[in-house]
């Protein structure tokens, strides 16, 4: 019989901490993401549906909880609880705002709660720079880009690309905000490898302008709706899922992270389904392109429309709290469990 396992110590990461141990490892976290999708397709992760909660009297609010497991070398399990209160923009706090809680896989003790609105962000951002590499490889690599919705998220995204290697003749921007395009647009002038930045007041204009398009709205359903705006077949990071009207996606391929996870809580592919009765229109997942199972064609738009699992925030979690573990940083809250002999 295995020795009992001792209680962890609880350990609170503050937002300075875990930003401070992801800032520059944009490489780093690609690969990690990667893999972690790897460990998901062979089936060693548990990751349940999303639970959305939402209020009848904030309609337009939500918290989501994501719990999940990971195995492989990560092995951990958790939750990420995660809020999204889109009245926050005027209020001048961001949208979003979560916690990681990650749990000892021995004993299930809970052992660390880490800020986790900058998790989500990366590993949100190392998705879609893993995906515009993954999904681009057998087609002229993009060099104009349109961000379509140009909040947190955008930005952690051009970060990303910009980590891994990117760089962009054009760069388009469009925003039913133009404070919000403003204040992208001004973050990229800051940032050294920016190509020409232009401001699109029309959607169809910078999408017809761009052999890359990324969606980080907070459309609650679809604003684009006609094929015509994609005949010049561009890559399309559909990261914020509900953008893009079902005909055009059965005009697409289209990659999607998990499957199950997709066809859910109305995105457009769960429109696109709900419309055919069907999953055809679905050319496979991410990692059947990176495995080679599945070829994309060059004829049409391919559209990436990412979930997003929590597998992914336990992976980026953990490999915030080794870090801060193994620099000896790490908020420990001491007796935080009290209560350990079963008979006082
Ligand atoms: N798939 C995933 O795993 C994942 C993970 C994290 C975030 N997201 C999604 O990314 C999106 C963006 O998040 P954020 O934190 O950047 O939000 P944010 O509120 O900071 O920015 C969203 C921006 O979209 C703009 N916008 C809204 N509707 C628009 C429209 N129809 N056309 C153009 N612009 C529009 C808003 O004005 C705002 O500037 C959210 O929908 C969020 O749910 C997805």
């Known amino acids: 019989m295995s020795q009992p396992s001792a209680v962890p110590p609880f350990a609170v990461i503050p937002g300075a901490q875990v930003q401070h141990a992801l800032k520059g490892r944009e490489k780093q976290i690609v690969e990690l993401v990667e893999s972690t999708y790897r460990l998901h397709a062979a089936g060693d992760s548990v990751n349940p549906p999303s639970y959305f909660l939402r209020f009848p009297d904030r ?10 497991s990971i195995g492989g070398q990560v092995r951990v399990d958790g939750l990420k609880w995660i809020s999204s209160f889109p009245t926050n923009v005027a209020a001048g706090i961001p949208r979003a705002s979560a916690v990681l809680i990650l749990n000892d896989h021995d004993t299930g003790y809970p052992f660390a709660c880490l800020e986790s609105s900058i998790i989500s962000a990366t590993r949100t951002a190392a998705m879609a720079a893993l995906a515009a590499d993954r999904l681009s490889r057998g087609r002229q690599r993009p060099a104009r880009i349109g961000f379509i919705g140009t909040g947190l998220i955008a930005r952690y995204i051009h970060t990303f690309l910009a980590g891994t290697g990117w760089s962009f003749d054009e760069i388009g921007v469009h925003d039913v905000s133009a404070d919000s395009a403003a204040g992208f647009s001004g973050y990229l002038q800051q940032t050294p490898v920016t190509g020409r930045v232009t401001v699109h007041e029309d959607p169809q204009d910078l999408i017809r302008s761009s052999d890359m398009v990324v969606f980080a709205t907070i459309a609650a359903e679809p604003h684009v709706s006609d094929p015509a705006w994609f005949d010049h077949h561009p890559l399309v990071l559909h990261v914020s899922l509900r ?3 079902p ?17 859910k809580a109305d ?14 229109f679905l050319t496979g997942t991410l990692d059947d392109v990176m495995s080679g199972k599945v070829e994309l064609p060059t004829d049409r738009p391919v559209v990436f429309s990412p979930f997003g699992l929590g597998v992914l925030d336990l992976a980026v979690g953990k490999y915030v709290y080794d870090q801060m573990d193994s620099s000896g940083e790490l908020h420990v809250i ?3 469990f009290h209560e ?3 008979y006082g």
């Open 59 to 68: 309609p337009t609010a939500r918290i989501i909880a994501l719990p999940a």
């Open 243 to 245: 953008d893009l009207a």
């Open 247 to 263: 005909e055009i996606i059965l005009a697409s391929a289209n990659v999607v992270d998990d499957v199950e996870h997709c066809l």
């Open 267 to 280: 995105t457009s592919p769960h429109l696109a389904e709900q419309l055919t009765g069907g999953r055809d």
């Open 334 to 336: 001491d007796d935080f």
């Open 340 to 342: 350990l002999r079963r």
